[in-house]
C-alpha cells in the first residue's frame, strides 16, 4: 500500500468547521441543510432551459464535493476537475433524478464513482500518483493569526492524516470521509454507498480503529 | 459489531436517545470500553478539526461552461420569435390585409366557437399509453416520470380484477419518457416490461417509454 502525500497550503482552504469538544461527544457542525422544496423548483428551472438556474446547485455544494473529491484522491488540482466532472455529468442526467434523495447525495455518489475510477486506474499505473508528493509550501503558510510555525506544524499534522486516509482501503476511506470530515448523517452515507446503515456503521467503527492504528505507526503530530 | 460498538457511533455524533446514553454509560464501567471510546473521539477529533478544502474561484463559471445547451424544445424557438428584436417593414396594402383579417376574424368568431365547442381541446398529437404492473401484494401503486416531475401520487394505477394486475392509461406527446412504479408510496420499482432503462445515477435503472406514434394508435406495456 503506498501512502499518498499532499500538499498544504493554507491560502486555498480554510473553511469554518467546528472543533471537537473536550467533552463526551464531538461536535459535527450541520452542513448539509438544504430545502428539498426548493431544490425540486431549481431543477425544474434547470430542466426547462435555464442553465444559470445550476449555478445555484453548484455554489450551494461545491465545497462539498470538491473536498469529498480531495479527501479521496489527495490531490486539489485533480480534484478540481473530477468535481467538476461529477457536477457536468449530474446536469446531463437531471432528466432521471428522482427527488428520493438530495441533490447532495446524487451528486456525491457520481463524484466517488468517478473517484474509484481513479483510483483503479492508479493501482494499474501507478506513476499517475507522484505529481503531488510534495511537502507543505512555507512561503505560502502563513495565515492570519496564525504563526508561520504554528502553519507549519498543522500542515504537517493534516498531510500525515491525508497520507492515513489514503492508505485505508477504498470502502473505508469513504465512510470516513463522509461521515467525520463531511459530517453526513449514517442513513445518507448510506444512500451515498448503496449499502445499509448497519454496514455503515460497521465500516465506520473499522475505519476509526484503522486510521488510528496507521497514524500511531508513523507517529503523526497531534 | 457489539452493542457496545453500536452504542459508540451514536455517541461520537451526539445521536444517542436518553435511554441509550444511560446504557452506554453503564458500559463504560468496564476500563476497556473506557479506552475504546477514547481513542475513538481523538480520532473524530482529529479528523473534524481538518479545514476544508476550497475550490477555485472559477470553480461555477467553469463547469456551467461545460455544460452543453438544454434547450427547452419549441418554448425556446417560440420565446426568440416573440422577443429577438427585428425590423418590419410596412406597406398600404399590407396595413389593408391585416385590417381585413381583424374584422372578418371578428364577425366570425361567435359562430366558430358555438360551431366547435371543444375543438381546443383536443390535442391531435396525443398517443394513448397503458401503464401496467402486476403487483398482486400490493395496497397500492402509483406512476411516477418526468412527465409530471417525478411527484409520487399524482398518478394512482388502478387494479380493476382486484387480482393485483394495476394499470393507468395516460395521454402522451412525442417524446422520451423515464419512470418508474411506486409500491405503497414507498418502494420505487423500475418496470419490469419497459421498451429500455436508463441508469438512475443511484446503481437503479429507470424505465424509458417513446412515444412517437402517429394519432389514434394505442401502445401497451
Given at each position: 500500500?503506498?501512502?499518498?502525500?499532499?500538499?498544504?497550503?493554507?491560502?486555498?482552504?480554510?473553511?469554518?468547521?467546528?472543533?471537537?469538544?473536550?467533552?463526551?461527544?464531538v461536535?459535527?457542525?450541520?452542513?448539509?441543510?438544504?430545502?428539498?422544496?426548493?431544490?425540486?423548483?431549481?431543477?425544474?428551472?434547470?430542466?426547462?432551459?435555464?442553465?444559470?438556474?445550476?449555478?445555484?446547485?453548484?455554489?450551494?455544494?461545491?465545497?462539498?464535493?470538491?473536498d469529498?473529491?480531495?479527501?479521496?484522491?489527495?490531490?486539489?488540482?485533480?480534484?478540481?476537475?473530477?468535481?467538476?466532472?461529477?457536477?457536468?455529468?449530474?446536469?446531463?442526467?437531471?432528466?432521471?433524478?428522482?427527488?428520493?434523495?438530495?441533490?447532495?447525495?446524487?451528486?456525491?455518489?457520481?463524484?466517488?464513482?468517478?473517484?474509484?475510477?481513479?483510483?483503479?486506474?492508479?493501482?494499474?499505473?501507478?506513476?499517475?500518483?507522484?505529481?503531488?508528493e510534495?511537502?507543505?509550501?512555507?512561503?505560502?503558510?502563513a495565515?492570519?493569526?496564525?504563526?508561520?510555525?504554528?502553519?507549519?506544524?498543522?500542515?504537517?499534522?493534516?498531510?500525515?492524516?491525508?497520507?492515513?486516509?489514503?492508505?485505508?482501503?477504498?470502502?473505508?476511506?469513504?465512510?470516513?470521509?463522509?461521515?467525520?470530515?463531511?459530517?453526513?448523517?449514517?442513513?445518507?452515507?448510506?444512500?451515498?454507498?448503496g449499502?445499509?446503515?448497519?454496514?455503515?456503521?460497521?465500516?465506520?467503527?473499522?475505519?476509526?480503529?484503522?486510521l488510528?492504528?496507521?497514524?500511531?505507526?508513523?507517529?503523526?503530530?497531534? | 459489531?457489539?452493542?457496545?460498538?453500536?452504542?459508540?457511533?451514536?455517541?461520537?455524533?451526539?445521536?444517542?436517545?436518553?435511554?441509550?446514553?444511560?446504557?452506554?454509560?453503564e458500559?463504560?464501567?468496564?476500563?476497556?470500553?473506557?479506552?475504546?471510546f477514547?481513542?475513538?473521539?481523538?480520532?473524530?477529533?482529529?479528523?473534524?478539526?481538518?479545514?476544508?478544502?476550497i475550490?477555485?474561484?472559477?470553480?461555477?463559471d467553469?463547469?456551467?461552461?461545460?455544460?452543453?445547451?438544454?434547450?427547452?424544445?419549441?418554448?425556446s424557438?417560440?420565446?426568440?420569435?416573440?422577443?429577438?428584436?427585428?425590423?418590419?417593414?410596412?406597406?398600404?396594402?399590407?396595413?389593408?390585409?391585416?385590417?381585413?383579417?381583424?374584422?372578418?376574424?371578428?364577425?366570425?368568431?361567435?359562430?366558430?366557437?358555438?360551431?366547435?365547442?371543444?375543438?381546443?381541446?383536443?390535442?391531435?398529437?396525443?398517443?394513448?399509453?397503458?401503464?401496467?404492473?402486476?403487483?398482486?401484494?400490493?395496497?397500492?401503486?402509483?406512476?411516477?416520470g418526468?412527465?409530471?416531475?417525478?411527484?409520487?401520487?399524482?398518478?394512482?394505477?388502478?387494479?380493476?380484477?382486484?387480482?393485483?394486475?394495476?394499470?393507468?392509461?395516460?395521454?402522451?406527446k412525442?417524446?422520451?419518457y423515464?419512470?418508474?412504479?411506486?409500491?405503497?408510496?414507498?418502494?420505487?420499482?423500475?418496470?419490469?416490461?419497459?421498451?429500455?432503462?436508463?441508469?438512475?445515477?443511484?446503481?437503479?435503472k429507470?424505465?424509458?417509454?417513446?412515444?412517437?406514434?402517429?394519432?389514434?394508435?394505442?401502445?401497451?406495456?
Open positions: 500500500m503506498v501512502a499518498e502525500a499532499v500538499r498544504c497550503n493554507p491560502s486555498v482552504s480554510g473553511a469554518s468547521k467546528s472543533q471537537g469538544s473536550a467533552g463526551c461527544q461536535s459535527i457542525e450541520p452542513r448539509l441543510e438544504a430545502d428539498p422544496v426548493d431544490e425540486r423548483a431549481i431543477i425544474a428551472r434547470c430542466l426547462a432551459g435555464e442553465r444559470r438556474a445550476y449555478a445555484l446547485l453548484v455554489e450551494r455544494y461545491k465545497v462539498l464535493v470538491h469529498l473529491v480531495f479527501r479521496m484522491l489527495g490531490d486539489a488540482a485533480e480534484a478540481e476537475d473530477i468535481a467538476q466532472e461529477a457536477f457536468v455529468k449530474a446536469y446531463l442526467s437531471l432528466r432521471d433524478f428522482r427527488g428520493e434523495s438530495r441533490f447532495s447525495t446524487w451528486v456525491c455518489r457520481i463524484a466517488l464513482n468517478r473517484c474509484k475510477d481513479v483510483l483503479r486506474k492508479r493501482r494499474r499505473a501507478p506513476w499517475l500518483r507522484a505529481r503531488y510534495e511537502g507543505p509550501d512555507v512561503a505560502e503558510v495565515d492570519d493569526g496564525e504563526t508561520p510555525a504554528h502553519s507549519v506544524e498543522r500542515c504537517e499534522r493534516e498531510a500525515a492524516l491525508q497520507r492515513a486516509l489514503a492508505s485505508l482501503p477504498v470502502k473505508y476511506r469513504e465512510v470516513i470521509v463522509l461521515r467525520h470530515i463531511e459530517g453526513m448523517e449514517l442513513h445518507e452515507i448510506g444512500r451515498v454507498l449499502i445499509a446503515v448497519g454496514a455503515v456503521k460497521v465500516r465506520a467503527f473499522r475505519a476509526r480503529e484503522m488510528r492504528s496507521l497514524l500511531q505507526s508513523e507517529g503523526a503530530p497531534r | 459489531m457489539t452493542r457496545f460498538e453500536e452504542l459508540l457511533e451514536g455517541q461520537l455524533t451526539g445521536e444517542l436517545a436518553p435511554a441509550a446514553k444511560a446504557e452506554f454509560s458500559l463504560l464501567a468496564l476500563a476497556e470500553n473506557r479506552r475504546a477514547q481513542a475513538h473521539r481523538e480520532t473524530v477529533a482529529l479528523l473534524s478539526s481538518l479545514e476544508r478544502q475550490p477555485s474561484s472559477s470553480f461555477t467553469e463547469v456551467l461552461a461545460s455544460l452543453p445547451e438544454r434547450q427547452s424544445r419549441s418554448w424557438g417560440l420565446w426568440n420569435l416573440l422577443w429577438a428584436p427585428r425590423v418590419v417593414r410596412w406597406n398600404v396594402a399590407t396595413a389593408l390585409a391585416l385590417s381585413l383579417v381583424i374584422v372578418v376574424t371578428a364577425l366570425t368568431w361567435n359562430s366558430l366557437i358555438s360551431r366547435h365547442p371543444i375543438a381546443s381541446e383536443q390535442h391531435p398529437t396525443v398517443t394513448l399509453f397503458r401503464f401496467s404492473l402486476d403487483a398482486p401484494r400490493a395496497q397500492h401503486v402509483s406512476l411516477a418526468d412527465f409530471n416531475g417525478w411527484r409520487t401520487n399524482d398518478i394512482v394505477l388502478a387494479d380493476v380484477t382486484g387480482r393485483g394486475h394495476f394499470s393507468v392509461t395516460l395521454p402522451l412525442p417524446g422520451r423515464a419512470y418508474m412504479f411506486v409500491i405503497d408510496g414507498a418502494t420505487w420499482m423500475t418496470d419490469p416490461r419497459a421498451e429500455a432503462y436508463r441508469d438512475d445515477g443511484f446503481g437503479n429507470n424505465a424509458i417509454v417513446d412515444i412517437a406514434a402517429p394519432i389514434g394508435s394505442n401502445g401497451d406495456i
